[in-house]
């Protein structure tokens, strides 16, 4: 296994320590073991800093000409891939995942290396953007560090770094715009581009049937529109889903815990524990001692963010909890489950399959084993249970659930539910029974579950807070064959609901 590469100076010994455990925490979803996860993630980060320092330096030759280049983070989780890819390549293949080998051999793969003009549009738009720029986009959104940590890392002003980012993003959607235009596509797709963005930049647009039956089938118009809807809360996994590939959503709901536990690590008064300790002379470290830390900053942030969904620190050591969710070039409606010895911790362990999705990304997943079965008399206790890391939820006294039918076509329909409480709620799960046995595909603003016609629907991040007699509200694209009625037994954190 060869040597992680030098520090070249104090900046870049900066950046070691920031970016060693995002690729480590890649490298351990693609492998089959902790062992096989740091020689990927060495292999890979010797090779992506190389990269790296080359564009770099081919920046500073070109007297700051504009060039096309990633952030350094999300560079160094395409070498990831490169290396994954080069491993299966040379016969090294049983060292990964099995799906992502899969992936690997597919043609969603191939997109990544293919012609750049039929590349995801989330990759194309990001590094079509300014250095600067897509570093904030990327930190904010995908890293989900805390917008003073990300102001303090780049050098921004923290009173005016939620601004810049509003900016940033709106530039990232004209990005994706142009490129989405730019890219090869048939008459049909041609015709609802400009309804598209029409759609996309209203917070409140309805979207017309015959533009979400198109979005549920075309997998580049979906990309696309999950890119351009920057309302939603779906930006963070198109951009991870169009930039990393296979796991994308996996390493979204990673860096999310990771961070978690980095603020929760910190001392008394710190913001962020990772930050050097300015004055000291702490940033001059040795090679040795500052890769130790941040390998031992990795361990304690994988070893929580690989514990299961509502799970305790436990079950890690009796399974291996470091699947993706989904990515983003297979569609596939059914979640995946996690590795468990008993079936009693089936339920609390299994992950959820999709992460704060808009309605019209389909995620693409590799392909799935058959869950196991959810066991029999589970307690309400499970269905109460909120996020990983979110406080429990208040019991409510009272709800009624809205289920509106949007839209619908011979094979599939979209909805929205709304849901008012009686009281306040720090993180809720919903939950209903399909009559027809329908199938829930793609959710925004609420992550999903679902078992045989059982369906638990549970907060994202930015709304699982909701008022005394306020509204939670959500919506799904599904699939239907002979029927497709309201379903019913809606019950807000295990308590029934009234529908209507």
Same mark, same amino acid.
């Given at each position: 296994?060869?040597?992680?590469?030098?520090?070249?100076?104090?900046?870049?010994?900066?950046?070691?320590?920031?970016?060693?455990?995002? +690729?480590?925490?890649?490298?351990?979803?693609?492998?089959?073991?902790?062992?096989?996860?740091?020689?990927?993630?060495?292999?890979?980060?010797?090779?992506?800093?190389?990269? +790296?320092?080359?564009?770099?330096?081919?920046?500073?030759? %070109?007297?700051?000409?504009?060039?096309?280049?990633?952030?350094?983070?999300?560079?160094?989780?395409?070498?990831?891939?490169?290396?994954?890819?080069?491993?299966?390549?040379?016969?090294?293949?049983?060292?990964?995942?099995?799906?992502?080998?899969?992936?690997?051999?597919?043609?969603?793969?191939?997109?990544?290396?293919?012609?750049?003009?039929?590349?995801?549009?989330?990759?194309r738009g990001l590094r079509d953007m300014q250095e600067a720029d897509a570093a904030l986009l990327w930190l904010a959104e995908v890293e989900a560090l805390p917008l003073p940590t990300v102001a303090?890392?780049?050098?921004?002003?923290?009173?005016? +770094?939620?601004?810049?980012?509003?900016?940033? #993003?709106?530039?990232?959607?004209? #990005?994706?715009?142009?490129?989405? $235009?730019?890219?090869?596509?048939?008459?049909?797709?041609?015709?609802?581009?400009?309804?598209?963005?029409?759609?996309? #930049?209203?917070?409140?647009?309805?979207?017309?049937?015959?533009?979400?039956?198109?979005?549920?089938?075309?997998?580049?118009?979906?990309?696309?529109?999950?890119?351009?809807?920057?309302?939603?809360?779906?930006?963070?996994?198109?951009?991870?889903? !169009?930039?990393? !590939?296979?796991?994308?959503?996996?390493?979204?709901?990673?860096?999310?815990?990771?961070?978690?536990?980095?603020?929760?690590?910190?001392?008394?008064?710190?913001?962020?524990?990772?930050?050097?300790?300015?004055?000291?002379?702490?940033?001059?470290? $040795?090679?040795?001692?500052?890769?130790?830390?941040?390998?031992?900053?990795?361990? $304690?942030?994988?070893?929580?963010?690989?514990?299961?969904?509502?799970?305790? %620190?436990?079950?890690?050591?009796?399974?291996?909890?470091?699947?993706?969710?989904?990515?983003?070039? $297979?569609?596939?409606?059914?979640?995946?489950?996690t590795r468990s010895s008993s079936a009693t911790r089936s339920s609390s362990a299994t992950r959820s399959s999709s992460a704060t999705r808009s309605p019209s990304a389909p995620q693409d997943t590799?392909?799935?084993?058959?869950?196991?079965?959810?066991?029999? %008399?589970?307690?309400?206790?499970?269905? #109460?249970?909120?996020?990983?890391?979110?406080?429990?939820?208040?019991?409510?006294?009272?709800?009624?659930?809205?289920?509106?039918?949007?839209?619908?076509?011979?094979?599939?329909?979209?909805?929205?539910?709304?849901?008012?409480?009686?009281?306040?709620?720090?993180?809720?799960?919903?939950?209903?029974?399909?009559?027809?046995?329908? @199938?829930?595909? @793609?959710?925004?603003?609420?992550?999903?579950?679902?078992?045989?016609?059982?369906?638990?629907?549970?907060?994202?991040?930015?709304?699982?807070?909701?008022?005394?007699?306020?509204?939670?509200?959500?919506?799904?694209? %599904?699939?239907?064959?002979?029927?497709?009625?309201?379903?019913?037994?809606?019950?807000?954190?295990?308590?029934?609901?009234?529908?209507?």
């Amino acid at each position: 296994m060869p040597d992680l590469p030098t520090p070249q100076d104090d900046t870049e010994a900066a950046l070691f320590s920031e970016c060693w455990d995002a +690729v480590l925490s890649y490298a351990d979803l693609c492998t089959s073991g902790s062992l096989t996860a740091q020689q990927l993630a060495t292999e890979a980060f010797t090779l992506g800093m190389r990269e +790296v320092r080359a564009a770099a330096h081919t920046h500073v030759r %070109g007297a700051g000409r504009r060039t096309a280049r990633l952030p350094t983070i999300p560079a160094l989780l395409t070498a990831v891939r490169t290396t994954a890819a080069a491993w299966e390549a040379d016969g090294q293949g049983h060292r990964l995942d099995p799906d992502l080998r899969l992936w690997l051999n597919s043609e969603a793969a191939a997109r990544f290396s293919g012609p750049p003009l039929g590349r995801p549009v989330a990759l194309r738009g990001l590094r079509d953007m300014q250095e600067a720029d897509a570093a904030l986009l990327w930190l904010a959104e995908v890293e989900a560090l805390p917008l003073p940590t990300v102001a303090r890392r780049l050098g921004l002003e923290p009173a005016t +770094v939620a601004d810049e980012l509003d900016q940033v #993003r709106t530039l990232f959607r004209d #990005r994706c715009h142009r490129a989405h $235009l730019d890219s090869p596509m048939d008459a049909q797709c041609r015709s609802y581009a400009r309804l598209l963005d029409a759609v996309t #930049r209203s917070a409140v647009a309805d979207t017309p049937g015959d533009l979400s039956r198109h979005l549920a089938t075309c997998v580049r118009c979906a990309e696309a529109a999950a890119c351009l809807r920057l309302h939603g809360g779906g930006l963070p996994a198109a951009l991870a889903g !169009g930039v990393i !590939g296979w796991g994308g959503l996996a390493y979204l709901e990673r860096r999310r815990r990771a961070t978690e536990v980095r603020l929760g690590a910190g001392r008394p008064g710190t913001a962020d524990p990772a930050e050097p300790d300015e004055g000291t002379g702490r940033n001059r470290v $040795l090679r040795g001692g500052l890769i130790a830390a941040a390998v031992l900053l990795s361990a $304690l942030a994988l070893g929580v963010s690989m514990m299961p969904f509502g799970g305790s %620190g436990d079950d890690t050591a009796a399974q291996d909890d470091r699947q993706p969710v989904a990515d983003p070039d $297979l569609s596939s409606t059914a979640p995946r489950p996690t590795r468990s010895s008993s079936a009693t911790r089936s339920s609390s362990a299994t992950r959820s399959s999709s992460a704060t999705r808009s309605p019209s990304a389909p995620q693409d997943t590799p392909r799935r084993k058959k869950p196991d079965p959810e066991p029999q %008399g589970t307690s309400s206790a499970t269905h #109460r249970s909120g996020p990983a890391g979110a406080p429990a939820a208040t019991p409510t006294a009272g709800c009624r659930v809205a289920y509106e039918l949007d839209s619908q076509w011979p094979d599939g329909f979209q909805a929205t539910v709304s849901v008012t409480t009686d009281r306040a709620l720090s993180g809720w799960q919903l939950s209903w029974t399909f009559r027809d046995g329908q @199938q829930v595909g @793609q959710m925004w603003d609420a992550t999903v579950r679902q078992n045989g016609p059982r369906v638990t629907a549970t907060a994202a991040d930015y709304n699982r807070t909701v008022a005394a007699h306020g509204t939670l509200s959500f919506g799904f694209l %599904g699939t239907w064959t002979d029927a497709n009625r309201t379903p019913g037994s809606f019950a807000l954190n295990g308590e029934p609901c009234t529908v209507g």
